[in-house]
């Protein structure tokens, strides 16, 4: 299988892992012509929507640029003008999880437990300007937006709320 292939689905599972965890729903949309890879779904929740949803792009990379604060992600124009703006039904994030080079590293089987390997981060575009670049754009994701258990329903509580983080 092509190396882009495997890693769009283990990125797949890993958001998929982390909604199972947190109780939420996932599904995929039939088609990605709108920049959402992974839709994940709540409920029972008690603001103003009882039944939150959130629509994520992934994407995975083996290049871990920037520095400790900042994960620097070079996004296609496309997906960060589908990502922004505000007139949208459901909160919109862009995951990026970094994985290691080698597939083979990406799971660590033990004995008594597995590892997932990396980490995703978590960002909104929804409020970043337009741009007049050509091709990407150059993303700074705060590595304290990391993406767990805890953060995916944190986003789902916003997005009960009628916000996006």
Known sequence: MDENLKKELFSKAFVKALAAQAGLRSS??????????????GRGYRAAIR???IDVQLKCTAIDEGDEKYLKFSL?????????????????????????????????????????????????????????????????????QRLTSESILYLMQMASSKEAA
């Open 76 to 144: 296609p124009l496309k997906n960060y003008n589908e990502l922004r703006g505000e007139d949208i039904i459901c909160p919109r994030y862009l995951f990026v999880l970094v994985v290691p080079k080698d597939c083979g590293d990406w799971l660590v089987h033990e004995p008594a437990f597995s590892v997932l390997k990396h980490c995703c981060y978590w960002i909104s575009l929804r409020d970043m300007p337009e741009v007049s670049n050509k091709s990407k754009v150059t993303i700074n994701i705060p590595r304290s």
């Open 51 to 53: 039944n939150p949803q």
């Open 28 to 41: 995929e949309p039939d088609v990605d012509d709108d920049s959402v890879d992974v839709i994940v779904r």
